[in-house]
């Protein structure tokens, strides 16, 4: 901006996801006689978004090499550094993006009645689509629809021709997925038609699944990290609902043993707790894991789970 410097960051930790990844890799190439078998290291682009692991399966991930028996991946978040999480089935939940563009009638601000007011629908969208959420989506199954996203006009007495909202539909089942992305665009239609308005313009952009753990693979490895780690290693009573596309391996065939670590000082978490303040998850400017002991525990529990599966016969 304006010529400066202007710092950005996804925040996500992806940094320490690559360290650990090159520390499994020296781990594994250091332990290579106690162990046997072919370690597939899969370094994808563009996870959150960007589509990266469909394009590594489209460019041949899967037919230019061999299709692995087993996979395993890891995330970190504002957990305590030193502790893992883990979960067999549904870990995280599956994400789609959608657009919607109400039109209708601009004018002057003054004279309503000669407009059709696109302001007035995203608003009444905005509001009536939750109770997609509330009556329809069944209340004991996890789903979110978040609006982020809000565009029309830019004069305070000026009625727009359009107005854009944009936003998130997360679930973990593609039953309450469908049920929502329907009910959502009923809403818009509905919505437009009360207004005397032509159809919305509809966009859904299909994201990442739910990422699902195979059961017998996370007991396995389930049992490796509360051996190793103890107390710190923790069952997860739910999913989560960040998303994630490593779901794409997943849904190509490959049995996968997806989990979670802490990044942040248990000290500091304490003194939240106790403080009652925030603590900054991913994607917050504050979210900074401690890099030493996070990706020493990474590179512990993504080692062990592995050498698990690839033991000597
Ligand atoms: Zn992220
Ligand atoms: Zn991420």
Same mark, same amino acid.
């Given at each position: 901006?304006? +010529?400066?410097?202007?710092?950005?960051?996804?925040?996500? %930790?992806?940094?320490?996801?690559?360290?650990?990844?090159?520390?499994?890799?020296?781990?594994?190439? +250091? /332990?290579?006689?106690?162990?046997?078998?072919?370690? !597939?290291?899969?370094?994808?682009?563009?996870?959150?978004? @960007?589509?990266?692991?469909?394009?590594?399966? &489209?460019?041949?991930?899967?037919? &230019?090499?061999?299709?692995?028996? #087993?996979?395993?991946?890891?995330?970190?978040?504002? =957990?305590?550094?030193?502790?893992?999480? #883990?979960?067999?089935?549904?870990?995280?939940?599956?994400?789609?993006?959608?657009?919607?563009?109400?039109?209708?009638? @601009? =004018?002057?601000?003054?004279?309503?009645?000669?407009?059709?007011?696109?302001?007035? !629908?995203? %608003?009444?969208?905005?509001?009536?689509?939750?109770?997609?959420?509330?009556?329809?989506?069944?209340?004991?199954?996890?789903?979110?629809?978040?609006? +982020?996203?809000?565009?029309?006009?830019?004069?305070? *007495?000026?009625?727009?021709?359009? $107005?854009?909202?944009?936003?998130?539909?997360?679930? #973990?089942? *593609?039953?309450?997925?469908?049920?929502?992305?329907?009910?959502?665009?009923?809403?818009?239609?509905?919505?437009? !038609?009360?207004?005397?308005?032509?159809?919305?313009?509809?966009?859904?952009?299909? %994201?990442?699944?739910?990422?699902?753990?195979?059961? $017998?693979?996370?007991?396995?490895?389930?049992?490796?990290?509360?051996?190793?780690?103890?107390?710190?290693? &923790?069952?997860?009573?739910?999913?989560?609902?960040?998303?994630?596309?490593?779901?794409?391996?997943?849904?190509?065939?490959?049995?996968?043993?997806?989990?979670?670590?802490?990044?942040?000082?248990?000290?500091? /978490?304490?003194?939240?707790? $106790?403080?009652?303040?925030?603590?900054?998850?991913?994607?917050?400017?504050?979210?900074?894991?401690?890099?030493?002991?996070?990706?020493?525990? +990474?590179?512990?529990?993504?080692? /062990?789970? !592995? /050498?698990?599966?690839?033991?000597?016969?």
């Amino acid at each position: 901006m304006r +010529g400066a410097e202007t710092p950005v960051m996804h925040a996500c %930790g992806h940094d320490i996801h690559m360290a650990v990844w090159v520390a499994v890799a020296r781990t594994m190439v +250091g /332990l290579r006689d106690q162990w046997s078998g072919t370690l !597939m290291f899969v370094a994808q682009p563009a996870e959150e978004g @960007g589509g990266g692991a469909r394009s590594m399966i &489209r460019d041949g991930l899967f037919t &230019r090499f061999p299709k692995p028996d #087993y996979g395993f991946a890891l995330h970190v978040g504002p =957990g305590p550094f030193g502790y893992v999480s #883990y979960k067999p089935g549904v870990i995280n939940s599956t994400s789609d993006g959608f657009a919607i563009t109400f039109n209708g009638k @601009g =004018g002057h601000g003054s004279r309503p009645h000669t407009t059709i007011d696109p302001v007035m !629908m995203a %608003g009444h969208f905005i509001v009536d689509v939750q109770s997609v959420i509330s009556r329809e989506k069944d209340a004991a199954r996890f789903g979110v629809v978040t609006i +982020g996203s809000v565009q029309a006009g830019n004069a305070g *007495n000026v009625i727009p021709d359009q $107005a854009t909202v944009r936003g998130t539909i997360r679930s #973990y089942d *593609n039953d309450t997925r469908l049920k929502m992305i329907a009910g959502l665009e009923r809403t818009a239609k509905a919505v437009a !038609m009360m207004a005397g308005a032509p159809e919305p313009d509809i966009g859904i952009t299909e %994201g990442a699944k739910a990422v699902v753990n195979d059961a $017998a693979l996370a007991e396995r490895s389930g049992a490796v990290l509360k051996a190793a780690f103890g107390d710190k290693a &923790r069952l997860m009573a739910e999913p989560g609902s960040a998303s994630e596309d490593y779901s794409e391996f997943v849904m190509a065939g490959v049995p996968s043993f997806y989990f979670g670590i802490g990044g942040l000082d248990p000290k500091y /978490l304490a003194q939240a707790a $106790a403080n009652k303040t925030p603590v900054p998850g991913n994607h917050l400017p504050e979210f900074a894991p401690v890099p030493e002991p996070t990706i020493r525990t +990474g590179a512990e529990a993504m080692s /062990l789970v !592995m /050498l698990d599966v690839l033991q000597k016969k």
